[in-house]
């Protein structure tokens, strides 16, 4: 939104900027994170952004198409410039080509994209439940709830340590109770306690995050359960089995979900999710929920986990 | 006589088969949404024509995901003509359309349908509207009648546009595109002309297979799919020049190229081989500005060319004699 403190020419629409790598560094194996500096153009600043929110990013001329990233970090310096952090996962050609940048190299953007997670009024406890390449926009959103003095406790997990991309620090992951801890330091910097799960045990407690995620509900009074919200981010079988979670505890869940696509800006038609619509459904599920396709880019990528069909 | 030099920039402005544009630049069907999606990234109404995407008589929800990937310098839909069928596009769609026309560029609806009845109805009703400047014929979907391809069967091919030109507005230009999944594409070029197209648009997408080796499946939903982008480039510029050559020069059918242009250079390919318009379909998926960008490089190439008028490159090749 604009304020009165900006001139009137500035811009807040959603549009292409060159951006500088500001540095591009490895986080664990297969997973690098990204800062790109970014100066104002003729229209002003790189506008306003909300945890949920992504950009397209070039990786031309290794690929034709951009390369979706959800927003892990952004931060607003002197005169209007601004650095975006993304954290990727070496998965093909375009990753592939991002790890390589260097501090210095170019590339443009588009964005900001796509909706955000929402703080309804009367929930004050985010639980974030980031699994793999889900995780970096858990980062953003810890940060937007502490400064809505949101308390919260993140839930992180991935197959094996070394694909955990966190900053171990401070406390041990509890191993066998699952007990949340000031152990990432993404988290414990704004006093967030993080529940570590691994596939394998690597580290933190064995299972999938959903173990942890279940503890925690086990120990949490009414009280707190009537101020929760989960957030969640993640691979589709994830954010299926904390939705059922969410569902089973009645508590409001909102997933953010990823989904390959051509453009980012509603034109390909390609990133479609269905969502839960009784009035002008397009079908109906076996188990008879009408249902209609929505476009991950434009109309989500953040969704009430209710509306998904999974 | 020696050509004027002038300060003045050349000339972009063509004209097909009567429909007058400021410059060739057009959207791709299929690749621009309805109207004003790409409005944040660039300003439609630099554009010489602006095409929507297909319109089917009734709403499409289209094929389930995976609908695209990307190959190497291309990408592959099967979107399958999602759209909000013919109602609602009048209702809520083309006032928008309308809008945008008033700013610059001409309207194209582009129509697809699956039996000659939902062209005429959908291209007849499309065509009452007197903002639309022409209407282009998606005929690469099957008939459901015999299942055979509209756009690939050279009688059949005739005999709808000879039944939709009649439904539409005389005034209200007609354009085939063509479908590049063909033998020989002078013949559904010629078969286009003589029922009547007064344009052509070529080419729409190749059909193609990408396969998850891992899972031994398409990696595309629905199976196949159409390849555009850079990748079919070359394809398509040949084809143009083909059916340019053989065909639609001596019938005075202007053709409208497209086929991965990205860049200004691509465009002039295009232009040279015979194309009067250029469409940019996959690139504006990148960049949604691609297409005013490479009015600025068509400026200085000809410039350079020592041409006043984009007109004076159209259809310039110099084949090999053989």
């Given at each position: 939104?604009l304020t009165?403190?900006q001139?009137q020419?500035?811009?807040n629409?959603?549009r292409r ?5 500001v ?6 194996r297969e ?7 970014i100066?104002p153009?003729e229209?002003?600043p ?7 929110q992504?950009?397209q ?18 931060k607003d ?7 975006l ?9 375009g ?6 940048l260097q501090?210095?190299d170019?590339t443009?953007?588009l964005?900001?994209?796509?909706n955000?997670f929402?703080?309804p ?11 793999g390449?889900?995780l970096p926009p ?20 991935a197959?094996?340590e070394d694909?955990?991309?966190v900053t ?6 509890a191993?066998?109770s699952?007990?949340p801890s000031?152990?990432i330091?993404?988290?414990s910097k704004?006093?967030?306690?993080s529940a570590?799960t691994?596939d ?8 999938r ?11 949490l009074s ?18 299926h089995a ?9 508590v ?6 990823e989904q390959a ?8 038609q ?5 969502i839960?619509?009784p009035?002008?459904?397009?079908g109906t599920?076996?188990d008879?929920?009408?249902w209609?396709?929505r476009?991950?880019?434009t109309d989500?990528p953040?969704?009430n986990?209710?509306?998904?069909i999974f | 006589?020696?050509?004027?030099v002038?300060?003045e ?17 057009m959207?791709?069907?299929?690749t621009?949404g309805y109207a004003?999606?790409?409005q ?5 109404h630099q554009l010489g024509?602006f095409v929507?995407k ?12 995976t ?9 592959m839909?099967a979107i ?12 809520e769609?083309?006032?928008?359309l309308?809008q ?9 609806v582009?129509v ?7 062209y ?5 009703r499309?065509?009452?509207e ?9 005929v690469?979907?099957p ?5 055979l391809t509209?756009?690939?069967d ?6 709808l546009i000879?039944?939709v030109r009649?439904?539409m ?5 007609l354009i085939?595109?063509?479908s590049?999944?063909v ?8 078969a286009?002309?003589d029922?009547?197209?007064n ?5 729409n997408?190749?059909t193609a ?10 990696r ?5 799919g159409?390849l ?5 480039r070359?394809l398509?510029v040949?084809?143009?020049s ?9 019938a005075g059918?202007?053709?409208i190229?497209?086929g991965?242009i ?6 002039a390919?295009f232009l040279i081989?015979?194309a009067t318009?250029?469409?940019?379909g ?9 297409p005013?960008?490479i009015?600025?490089g068509l ?7 020592d041409m006043?008028?984009?007109t ?11």
């Open positions: 939104m009165a403190t001139p020419s500035v811009s629409t959603r900027f060159d951006a500088q790598v540095s591009n560094t490895s986080v664990c997973h690098f994170c990204l800062t790109l500096g100066d153009d229209r002003g790189f506008p306003a952004t909300r945890p949920g992504f950009i990013l070039g990786c031309q001329p290794a690929t034709l198409l951009r390369r979706p990233f959800s927003l892990a970090g952004r310096l002197a005169e209007g410039r601004v650095e952090q993304i954290v990727y996962r070496v998965v093909g050609v990753t592939r080509w991002l790890a390589q501090a210095g170019t443009d953007l964005g900001p994209l796509g955000q929402q703080l009024e009367g929930k004050s406890l985010g639980l974030l439940v980031g699994g390449v889900g858990m980062f953003y959103l810890a940060e937007a709830l502490k400064q809505a003095h949101w308390d919260a406790v993140a839930f992180v997990g197959l094996t694909l955990l991309a171990f620090g401070g406390s041990e992951p191993e066998s699952g007990e000031l152990c330091e993404e988290f704004l006093s967030i306690a570590v691994t394998d045990g690597s580290v933190g407690l064995a299972g995050i959903t173990a942890g995620l279940e503890r925690y509900f086990d120990t009414e009280e707190d359960r009537q101020r929760v919200v989960l957030f969640t981010c993640g691979p589709h079988p994830m954010l904390a939705a059922k979670l969410a569902q089973k505890h009645g409001d869940c909102q997933v953010c979900l696509m051509a453009c980012g800006m509603g034109t390909c390609s990133c479609i999710v269905q839960a619509e009035d002008n459904p397009q599920t076996e008879g929920r009408p209609r396709y476009l991950t880019c989500g953040v969704f986990a209710d509306q998904v | 006589m020696t050509k004027s002038s300060q920039s050349p000339c972009l402005a063509v004209n097909l088969a009567g429909l007058k544009l400021a410059n060739p630049m959207t791709a069907s299929g621009c004003y999606e790409y944040d990234f660039v300003d439609l024509a929507t297909s319109i089917s008589r009734d709403p499409r929800p289209g094929n389930p995901a609908r695209i990937v990307e190959t190497p310098s291309g990408m839909n399958g003509l999602a759209n909000v069928g013919l109602d609602v596009f009048l209702a769609k083309l006032d928008q309308k945008m026309r008033q700013g610059g560029p001409a309207l194209i582009n697809a349908g699956h039996s000659i009845d939902d005429v109805a959908v291209a007849g499309i065509a009452q007197q903002e639309v400047d022409a209407v282009e014929l998606n690469s979907c008939n459901v009648g015999d299942g509209f756009g690939t050279p009688k059949l091919l005739k005999e000879g039944y009649k439904a507005r005389a005034d209200c230009k085939v595109q063509l590049p999944n033998g020989d594409i002078t013949l559904t070029a010629g286009a002309i029922g009547g197209a344009i052509l648009s070529m080419i997408t190749y297979l990408a396969i998850d080796i891992k899972t031994r499946k398409p595309i939903a629905n199976g196949t159409g555009s982008g850079p990748a079919i070359p398509a040949y084809l143009v083909r059916v340019y050559r053989e065909v639609a020069q001596k059918v202007p053709i190229g497209m991965g990205r860049t200004w250079s691509d465009a390919e081989a015979g318009g250029l469409a940019v996959t690139s504006l998926f990148a960049d949604p500005a691609t005013v960008n009015m600025a400026e200085s190439y000809l410039a350079e060319q006043s008028s984009i004076e490159l159209i259809g310039t090749l110099e084949m090999p004699v053989r």
